[in-house]
């Protein structure tokens, strides 16, 4: 059996299909940069540890 589909309510489902498949992007986005930070923040412990290598173990210090 299949139900008829208000115009309306098309419009809103491709809306929020459009807009779901835009958000997965920059989610996507976000990961990838997230990925690079955290490989610039390892570089700058490795060194912060080549000039002080007492404190290079400590990752919960404040800036």
Do not use: C
């Not at 835009?22 to 490989?39: D, F, H, L, N, P």
């Amino acid at each position: 059996m299949t139900q008829e589909m208000f115009p309306e309510i098309s419009a809103a489902t491709d809306a929020l299909e459009k807009r779901i498949s835009i958000t997965e992007t920059e989610i996507a986005q976000m990961k990838e940069a997230i990925t690079s930070k955290k490989k610039l923040v390892k570089g700058w412990r490795k060194a912060i540890a080549a000039v002080r290598p007492e404190r290079a173990g400590k990752k919960g210090d404040a800036v």
